[in-house]
Structures are given as structure tokens and as C-alpha cells.
T-cell receptor, first 116, second 112 residues
Framework: GAVVSQHPSWVICKSGTSVKIECRSL??????MFWYRQFPKQSLMLMAT?????????EQGVEKDKFLINHASLTLSTLTVTSAHPEDSSFYICSARDLSNNYGYTFGSGTRLTVV | DAKTTQPPSMDCAEGRAANLPCNHS???????VYWYRQIHSQGPQYIIH???NNETNEMASLIITEDRKSSTLILPHATLRDTAVYYCIVRVFNTNAGKSTFGDGTTLTVKP
């Protein structure tokens, strides 16, 4: 089945630095990928829709200059958290859909970001 | 996408069937019902989906009411590893649209 690989699985960074998270569709091409954020004991919140070859679409309240999304190829989308602060500490998850099957969206395993 | 409501938590005895309900009273005719589950600190895992007919796969069964305003996910023989948060989502089965709006889900705890 469709596999979405997310890297790194966890990262600790200092406040003020930037962190890049990668999301790859391993055995299918994805023109669209999605980025979610999940705080402890809460549900997933959609942050943005990543479109291959064009600008990402951000949900209301998500700062596009802080959460930079690049979708340069059909198998890779990246999320860069710029000038990270402790309040950005969260679980970030990406998803993509393999159009060749009916299984809906496949999610990555998530990235646990801790900003200290 | 239509909103869904689920009970916040449920318990189930190991080996028994777990029946997880979901209300989606504003579902549109072209929206499918999807179920995912999320085990702690992992990404959501696809379970099953359906439009109006009942569906079954190796993981679960999905029962959708005739008016499509509610559905039930059935795990026929729950195991301890089925303890997770279960999300019911309704969305259009579209080639490009993809936003999946997650509600709060149901935390299923399978007890020995």
C-alpha cells in the first residue's frame, strides 16, 4: 500500500533556530500533501495544503512566514519552522493520497518537535 | 466538509466487539465516511471507508445507516493493541481535494 515517510521522527532545537521536516511519498506521486499539527491530548489541526509546483495554501491563523512549505517534486514536501519558539513544540504530521487506490489519505508517522 | 460527533471515550473488553458510533447528520450526497485511528505518538492509520453500503475489510466493518446520518465502526474481536483514538471523518472522494477535518475522536480503551 501507499507509504508516506516523514523525517525526522523527533527533533530538539534551540529557540530561535529553524527546523526542516520532510514528508516523502515512497511508492506514489502526490501533487498535494497536507500538514497537520497536534498538541498533547488534542486532535489534528490542518495547517496547510502543499501543492507541487505552486504556493501552499494556509489555514486561517497559520503564519505562512513562520511555517514555510516547499513542494518541489511529486514525492517530497518540506515544512520549515522558522525562528522556532517553545510554543511551536508540537507533533507535526503530513499526509498524502495515492490516487491509484481507494484508501483515502496516508499519514506519515509524525515528527515530535521540542523547542528549548 | 461535514462535521462529525463522536463520544469522547469508550471501553471494551478484550476479545469482545467494539462498536464505535459517529454522527454526521449534515453529510452531503457525495461525501464518504472515513475512519482512521491514531495510536499514541504515531500518525493516523486508515481503517475503512464507505459511501452508503456497509463495508468490511480485514480490520473492521463499517455500518452506515440508510439515511447516512450516522455510522458505526465495528472491531469484531478487540485486542489490547486496538487501544487508540478513533476518528470518523466525512469528505468528498475527490482526486484533488484533500482536507480531512478531524474532530476530537473517540478514545477506545481495550481492557484485559
Amino acid at each position: 500500500g501507499a507509504v508516506v515517510s516523514q523525517h525526522p521522527s523527533w527533533v530538539i532545537c534551540k529557540s530561535g533556530t529553524s527546523v526542516k521536516i520532510e514528508c516523502r511519498s515512497l511508492d506514489f506521486q502526490a501533487t498535494t500533501m497536507f500538514w497537520y499539527r497536534q498538541f498533547p491530548k488534542q486532535s489534528l489541526m490542518l495547517m496547510a495544503t502543499s501543492n507541487e509546483g505552486s504556493k501552499a495554501t494556509y489555514e486561517q491563523g497559520v503564519e505562512k512566514d513562520k511555517f514555510l512549505i516547499n513542494h518541489a517534486s511529486l514525492t517530497l514536501s518540506t515544512l520549515t519552522v522558522t525562528s522556532a519558539h517553545p510554543e511551536d513544540s508540537s507533533f507535526y504530521i503530513c499526509s498524502a493520497r495515492d490516487l491509484s487506490n481507494n484508501y483515502g489519505y496516508t499519514f506519515g508517522s509524525g515528527t515530535r518537535l521540542t523547542v528549548v | 466538509d461535514a462535521k462529525t460527533t463522536q463520544p469522547p471515550s469508550m471501553d471494551c473488553a478484550e476479545g469482545r466487539a467494539a462498536n464505535l458510533p459517529c454522527n454526521h447528520s449534515t453529510i452531503s450526497g457525495n461525501e464518504y465516511v472515513y475512519w482512521y485511528r491514531q495510536i499514541h505518538s504515531q500518525g493516523p492509520q486508515y481503517i475503512i471507508h464507505g459511501l452508503k453500503n456497509n463495508e468490511t475489510n480485514e480490520m473492521a466493518s463499517l455500518i452506515i445507516t440508510e439515511d447516512r446520518k450516522s455510522s458505526t465502526l465495528i472491531l469484531p474481536h478487540a485486542t489490547l493493541r486496538d487501544t487508540a483514538v478513533y476518528y470518523c471523518i466525512v469528505r468528498v472522494f475527490n482526486t484533488n481535494a484533500g482536507k480531512s477535518t478531524f474532530g476530537d475522536g473517540t478514545t477506545l480503551t481495550v481492557k484485559p
